[in-house]
C-alpha cells in the first residue's frame, strides 16, 4: 500500500516537472520568435549610418570629424540616437517607422542616423555633444548646413524631452520646417475632424 502510495507521488512529480518544462519552453519559443526584429526596422528606415567602431578612443572629436567628413554640401538631415537607449527603440519603433509607413515610404532617405552609445555614458562627452550640435537629450534630430568652403552650422534642433515625447506630429512638423518632409500625392490621410453642426 505504500509503494503505491509513493508512486502515485512520483508520477504526479514527474507529470508535474514536465508540464512545467513544457510551459516554459513554449512561452520562450513564443518570445523569441515574436520579439520585434529591430536592426531589419533600421535598415528600413535610413539611408545611412555614420557609427564609429567602438575603441577606448571613441570620443566627442572622433565623432566631429566622421560627421564632418561625410556631411555633403549644403543642407543634412541627422538623427542621433544610441542603439542601446530605451527612449530610442521605443521611438524608432513607434513613432518614426509609423511616419514613414503613413505616407508609403519604406525609408527617409534623407535622414542619416549617428549611433552615439559610447558618448551617452560620459556626461562631459554628452555636454560637448550639446556644445557641437544643440543635443540636450536623445534621440535628437539636426539639420546642418555644410558650405563648400567647409564651414558647418547648425540651423535647426529637435530634442527629446522624457516629460514631453516626441510624437509623430512632432517630427512631421519639424521635418516640413525644415524642409525635408517628402512630398508624397498618395499620402494617406488622417481620419476627418467632425465639426459641430448648428
Do not use: C
Amino acid at each position: 500500500m505504500w509503494y503505491d502510495t509513493y508512486g502515485d507521488y512520483m508520477k504526479r512529480l514527474i507529470f508535474a516537472v514536465l508540464l512545467l518544462f513544457t510551459f516554459t519552453s513554449a512561452l520562450l519559443y513564443l518570445y523569441v520568435t515574436l520579439q520585434p526584429k529591430k536592426i531589419l526596422l533600421y535598415d528600413e528606415i535610413y539611408s545611412d549610418e555614420i557609427k564609429i567602431v567602438e575603441n577606448d578612443n571613441y570620443s566627442i572629436t572622433s565623432l566631429e570629424q566622421t560627421v564632418r567628413s561625410n556631411l555633403n554640401f549644403g543642407d543634412n538631415y541627422l538623427f542621433f540616437y544610441s542603439s542601446k537607449d530605451d527612449n530610442s527603440q521605443y521611438f524608432i519603433l513607434n513613432v518614426l517607422n509609423p511616419l514613414s509607413q503613413s505616407i508609403n515610404l519604406s525609408e527617409f532617405s534623407f535622414l542619416t542616423k549617428i549611433d552615439v552609445v559610447n558618448l551617452i555614458a560620459n556626461d562631459k562627452e554628452l555636454e560637448s555633444l550639446n556644445t557641437l550640435y544643440g543635443i540636450t537629450n536623445i534621440p535628437a534630430f539636426a539639420k546642418i548646413e555644410k558650405s563648400y568652403n567647409d564651414n558647418i552650422e547648425v540651423t535647426d534642433v529637435i530634442s527629446y524631452d522624457e516629460s514631453n515625447p516626441f510624437n509623430e506630429d512632432d517630427i512631421k512638423n519639424w521635418m516640413i520646417k525644415t524642409n525635408s518632409w517628402p512630398i508624397i500625392d498618395d499620402e494617406i490621410p488622417a481620419d476627418p475632424i467632425l465639426l459641430p453642426s448648428d
